[in-house]
């Protein structure tokens, strides 16, 4: 199949698809006890694996990465942590040719086999984009980019399901040189409560 016969999202897809991640990925406390990383209790979060894990939703954000991807020029993309994972695999599955290569980025480096920090068959002369569910604070993303340069990837882009407005992750990212793409952007209300601001 060549780049043509993919037609790329129009923004009323855009639009569905942002709102389809989110309603299938909200927790709220009402339906279980959630909480942050300190143990405390919390009014909701965002569980990208309910909605990567899907199959149909699977199949569209891999098509809709893909698209934005290659309108970029781009053919590598690498995660790190676990809700990168999904993401990862559905731009793999994604009708296109050629298909994107795909690479799992370690906390460390390991200490036997292959002794490899990023696994999968990315090409160093090539551009990667790092995928990821959410920015929010940006560290994660911060920590992913620096482990990627130091072992010779030319860095390039992040693109993300979910951006927190309210963060400073967005900002974090783009100061370290890399471009930011968001299928949805999440502001707070004044209730606190979150709002689907619109499609980037």
Not at 89 to 101: D, K, Y
Not at 111 to 133: A, F, I, N, T
Not at 135 to 145: E, L
Request: net charge neutral; with cysteine; charged share 25%.
């Amino acid at each position: 199949m060549d780049n043509g016969s993919l037609t790329s999202a129009s923004y009323n897809e855009l639009v569905e698809l942002g709102r389809a991640l989110y309603d299938k990925a909200l927790v709220r406390r009402e339906s279980e006890p959630i909480t942050d990383p300190r143990g405390q209790a919390i009014g909701w979060l965002l569980d990208t694996r309910m909605a990567m894990l899907d199959g149909e939703l699977f199949k569209e954000v891999g098509r809709i990465v893909a698209e934005r991807l290659r309108a970029r020029g781009i053919r590598q993309v690498a995660g790190y942590g676990f809700g990168s994972y999904a993401l990862i695999c559905s731009a793999l599955s994604a009708p296109i040719s050629p298909p994107f290569n795909g690479g799992f980025i370690r906390e460390s480096r390991k200490s036997h086999g292959r002794q490899r920090l990023v696994e999968g068959p990315l090409d160093k002369d090539q551009p990667v984009v790092l995928l990821d569910d959410i920015i929010n604070s940006g560290r994660s993303a911060r920590t992913a980019v620096n482990l990627l340069r130091e072992d010779g990837y030319q860095v390039v882009g992040m693109m993300t399901l979910f951006n927190f407005t309210w963060s400073e992750g967005r900002k974090n990212i783009e100061s370290m040189g890399l471009w930011v793409d968001s299928i949805l952007d999440l502001n707070l209300s004044e209730n606190g409560k979150t709002d689907k601001k619109g499609i980037l």
